[in-house]
């Protein structure tokens, strides 16, 4: 049975490779600055302005210069800040209901992935009112155009200022959903370094390794191109030139930018080339248990590196030379075990744990049947995987043993 079911996910991601010149990709327009909004608003044409943050940003005063510029500019607006770690589809529906009772005909999300995957959602039903977030759960099923859409992220990690994707969960059956379309790619991405110096160190090391695993998985996939391969790498050096600085000091403007890039880079081609097993799994644990999402994505990596064994090593050598922790000269093993050993050193470095609590073992075999369904059969994984063999990484990052 597994045979074919191979057969049929490899089939399946052959096509999506084939038609990828033809699909409509496209890149956000780049802003250095918030005070670019009331420019580029006032261009688009926008009257009223939703903007999708959380708690956090308004505590921490983030949310001024884009009040500010829109003021400056006299353009209304109004603030949804309920939105959640892992968005759900109550904040989509709440600040659906602002967008409508404002008639807003514009959306800004400033925050990390969580409040621009809302935003996401909420323009999705803004353009299909008709159908509920489940009903638009899926690839492909979203083709109308999206009100004018800005995204200012404030973490350097998750890329969603560049995907065409968002990932709602659903608070009854505690389960994720991918909404995957093209129009949910923003239309402008403000990209300032100073917005992300209040980020938190531990969250700095979290959503930077967030973007490190977003370019591993798009580079070592089998629906890569010339162009996310360089992405990928790109974003790989940035990474390890500069997360750690960036954890170390908070306010060192050139490591903050250069992150921003390389979650940039990621994003793209990530978007284009597709992740793997590293998310599926991280996203089955968010669904479930509201693990953040870079945090279970960075203890789960070196696992699935290694799981997938000689099918990457070559690829691993090649982002291990770019990150420089090996060298050329090195054998395509050695390599790809000196990388492995090296994102382990530098999680450690930044106190991130090689577990991740709070795992029950009850709940494994749930895990792994969402974390399957969602990998296969559209992510171009280098080696596919059964759900038993899915199942065994929550043993090993919940620190479960499966004969106890």
């Excluded at 807003?104 to 992935?113: E, L, P």
């Excluded at 379309?181 to 980020?199: E, G, K, M």
């Excluded at 695993?213 to 030139?241: P, W």
Aim: aromatic content about 8%; hydrophobic content about 40%; overall charge positive.
């Amino acid at each position: 049975m597994f045979f074919i079911k191979s057969i049929y996910c490899r089939v399946f991601q052959a096509a999506f490779r084939l038609a990828m010149p033809i699909l409509p990709y496209r890149e956000p327009q780049i802003l250095n600055s918030c005070a670019e909004l009331g420019k580029v608003l006032n261009k688009e044409k926008a009257t009223s302005v939703l903007v999708v943050t959380d708690k956090g940003i308004v505590n921490n005063e983030l949310l001024k210069p884009v009040e500010e510029a829109l003021m400056m500019d006299k353009i209304p607006y109004t603030v949804y800040d309920d939105t959640l770690p892992n968005p759900s589809i109550i904040n989509v529906e709440e600040a659906l209901k602002l967008y409508n009772k404002n008639k807003c005909n514009a959306i800004i999300a400033i925050g990390g992935g969580s409040a621009i995957d809302c935003a996401k959602a909420v323009g999705v039903r803004v353009v299909y009112p008709e159908r509920t977030i489940k009903q638009m759960c899926g690839k492909l099923k979203a083709w109308r155009k999206l009100p004018t859409f800005i995204a200012i992220p404030t973490t350097a990690g998750t890329g969603s200022e560049t995907t065409l994707a968002a990932m709602i969960t659903d608070s009854q059956t505690h389960r994720k959903y991918a909404i995957m379309s093209f129009p949910l790619i923003p239309h402008y991405a403000v990209l300032d370094a100073s917005l992300t110096y209040s980020l938190p160190p531990h969250l700095t090391a979290t959503t930077g390794m967030d973007a490190l695993t977003h370019a591993v998985e798009a580079y070592i996939g089998r629906s890569t191109t010339k162009e996310t391969r360089r992405l990928a790498l790109t974003a790989t050096k940035l990474v390890f030139e500069n997360v750690y600085l960036a954890y170390c000091d908070g306010k060192n403007h050139i490591a903050r930018e250069n992150m921003l890039h390389a979650a940039y880079n990621a994003g793209i081609a990530f978007s284009k080339s597709y992740v793997g097993y590293i998310h599926a799994l991280a996203h089955a644990l968010g669904g479930l248990y509201g693990t953040p999402h870079g945090l279970a994505n960075t203890v789960i990596m070196p696992y699935v590196l290694e799981t997938y064994g000689k099918s990457v090593y070559k690829k691993l050598h090649k982002l291990g030379v770019y990150a420089g922790v090996c060298d050329e000269k090195d054998s395509h093993k050695t390599g790809a075990l000196e990388f492995i050993d090296a994102l382990r050193k530098l999680n450690s470095d930044m106190g991130i744990s090689n577990k991740i609590d709070g795992i029950k073992r009850e709940d494994i075999s749930v895990l792994a049947k969402n974390a399957e369904k969602e990998a296969n059969p559209l992510y171009p994984v280098p080696k596919l995987m059964t759900k038993k063999e899915l199942s065994d990484f929550y043993y090993k990052v919940g620190g479960i043993y499966e004969n106890n």
